[in-house]
């Protein structure tokens, strides 16, 4: 994130997911001094404001792809 944006992350939210748990990870967020908070699973409101992130995400991705000419068989 830091090298393509020069942006930093300021904190990582995970659901406690096993992708997230694995030492390596932890040992890699402390280095970076990532701060990471853990989330309840299927808590409404959580989950409301993810996907409500993901939608955002989703379409400035595809924005960007029609922006730089992509085809739309890439904008799935």
Do not use: H
Request: aromatic residues 8%; glycine residues 6%.
């Amino acid at each position: 994130m830091k090298n393509q944006t020069g942006k930093t992350i300021k904190c990582l939210r995970t659901d406690n997911g096993l992708e997230f748990c694995s030492m390596e990870f932890n040992e890699f967020c402390k280095d970076e001094g990532i701060p990471r908070k853990d989330i309840v699973c299927y808590n409404p409101q959580k989950i409301r404001v993810a996907k409500k992130m993901n939608k955002i995400l989703l379409e400035r991705t595809r924005c960007m792809l029609s922006n730089l000419g992509f085809n739309r068989s890439f904008l799935g």
